[in-house]
């Protein structure tokens, strides 16, 4: 019926967001160059909470490697978000909704909450009120290493959010040379260890992750390192030494 409505002007494609590949819904004559202006395409979308997560990380991975709806050049997205998740994605450093979505989005992106959406405008109305958050990315991201890599130093930051954040950057490192090696990121990122999650910045995350790079070409083991691994590891040693030890007695 919208197609109908609209000849000519609208195409309407049923199938999922999250493998969809919008870089071949549109002309190529629509691209333009990363430092330009943005491209007339802008992603426009009311995301069902369940996946607005997930896809905002996809989106901006994609941001960070200028693949995916951004080989058009820096394209603009509208979207909604469970108010709680849009307050989390504009949080500045100290906010108690800093959060890894915070860091993960203003990275790479200018955003902005631009209104909000009360759940009775809604049928069936939600439980809760909609944000409505603007992304523009920037023309250099306000750190330059790899997605990866900066995803892995913000997760483990604040996975542990009460803690000072020296905690969470411990778990980067193999539990025998845990403290040694998160002395040295810290110095070498000149980042105060009692400062908590919410408190350190887009530029102090630049710091840890360029310092953990260079820890990480110093050791091409460390970054595959994973302490749930380890700690999965410990736990059957463990489970396996016990049972051992049921038998014999």
Not at 113 to 131: H, L
Not at 225 to 236: A, V
Request: aromatic share 10%.
């Amino acid at each position: 019926m919208l197609s109908d409505a609209a000849p000519g002007k609208l195409r309407i494609v049923h199938g999922d967001v999250l493998t969809f590949k919008i870089e071949k819904a549109f002309p190529e004559s629509l691209k333009r160059q990363w430092e330009d202006d943005p491209p007339n395409v802008h992603i426009i979308g009311n995301l069902p909470f369940s996946v607005s997560t997930p896809l905002i990380i996809k989106w901006l991975e994609n941001v960070s490697h200028r693949d995916g709806p951004f080989a058009y050049g820096r394209t603009q997205m509208t979207l909604t978000f469970q108010k709680e998740v849009a307050e989390r994605l504009t949080a500045s450093t100290g906010s108690k909704q800093r959060s890894r979505l915070s860091v993960m989005a203003q990275y790479l992106c200018s955003v902005e909450q631009v209104f909000t959406i009360p759940g009775r405008a809604f049928v069936p109305k939600p439980e809760v009120d909609v944000g409505v958050v603007h992304f523009t990315p920037l023309t250099q991201p306000r750190i330059t290493q790899p997605f990866e890599l900066v995803e892995k130093v913000v997760q483990n930051v604040f996975q542990f959010r009460r803690k000072f954040c020296h905690r969470g950057l411990s778990m980067l490192f193999p539990e025998t040379r845990r403290p040694e090696s998160t002395g040295k990121l810290l110095e070498l990122a000149d980042v105060d260890p009692t400062l908590r999650p919410r408190q350190l910045s887009v530029s102090h995350f630049k710091s840890l992750c360029d310092a953990y790079r260079q820890m990480c070409d110093e050791d091409p083991r460390l970054f595959a390192y994973n302490f749930r691994e380890e700690l999965k590891k410990s736990k059957s040693k463990f489970q396996e030494e016990d049972d051992t030890e049921r038998y014999r007695l």
